[in-house]
């Protein structure tokens, strides 16, 4: 299983655009990249998924290289209420062993 | 927001008791989760179904089970509940196995 490696927290600004990145060494050649936002008691919420290049949606972009070997969840202009935790996670599609790791701890400041 | 439902939304409980976990969905979404979520660990799988009757473990399963008996309900059954179990637990649903979920509110489970 591909296990992801991403900073524990980041400090931002309101009206900065924050990049988020998930190293993900050994991630497989069938492994979908996915990020996630979890409030204060609050279940995860999906944010995006991609498999390589560039993803985008109306909340994030999302950054993948070509050895996809890392990824970067680009959030832009940030506002308070985008402090939350964000995890990466790797996974197959036709799987469902997909791993949360810690997360990344996300502080924005007015 | 997935229609999706657990209850309770908190219990505590005592150690060596039965303890049973539901959720709901409204979607008829053919897979659903069960996490549970401590300090330090972020969310781990306990168990999966996907279908009516067809579950299985993930990577914290021990001293717990589960049951689908129709497309809406999963329940998590704690046997025999101990302090380690103390956590919070969310359960999750997907249309399509490792795409988009949809998490519930979570319940917070004590053992004292």
């Known amino acids: 299983l591909a296990k992801t490696t991403q900073p524990i927290s980041m400090d931002s600004y309101e009206g900065q655009e924050v990049n988020i990145t998930c190293s993900h060494n050994?991630?497989?050649?069938?492994?979908?990249i996915t990020w996630y936002q979890q409030f204060p008691s609050q279940g995860p919420r999906f944010i995006i998924q991609?498999?390589?290049t560039k993803v985008t949606n109306e909340v994030a972009s999302l950054f993948i290289p070509a050895d996809r070997k890392s990824s970067t969840l680009s959030l832009p202009r940030v506002s308070l209420s985008d402090t939350a935790v964000y995890y990466c996670?790797?996974?197959?599609?036709?799987?469902?062993?997909?791993?949360f790791g810690a997360g990344t701890r996300l502080f924005v400041k007015a | 927001d997935a229609g999706i439902t657990q209850s309770p939304r908190h219990k505590v409980t005592e150690t060596g008791t039965p303890v049973t976990l539901r959720c709901h969905q409204t979607?008829?979404?053919?897979?659903m989760y069960w996490y549970r979520q401590d300090p330090g660990h972020g969310l781990r799988l306990i168990h999966y179904?996907?279908?009516?009757?067809?579950?299985d473990k993930g990577e914290v399963s021990d001293g717990y089970s589960v049951s689908r008996s129709k497309t809406e309900d999963f329940l998590l059954t704690l046997e025999s509940a101990t302090s380690s179990q103390t956590s919070v637990y969310f359960c999750?649903?997907?249309?399509?196995?490792?795409?988009?979920?949809?998490f519930g509110q979570g319940t917070r489970l004590t053992v004292v």
């Open positions: 996670l790797v996974g197959d599609p036709g799987g469902f062993k997909t791993i």
């Open positions: 991609g498999y390589k």
């Open positions: 179904s996907y279908g009516v009757k067809d579950t």
């Open positions: 050994n991630i497989a050649t069938n492994d979908y």
């Open positions: 979607e008829n979404h053919r897979y």
């Open positions: 999750a649903i997907s249309e399509a196995r490792q795409l988009e979920a949809f």
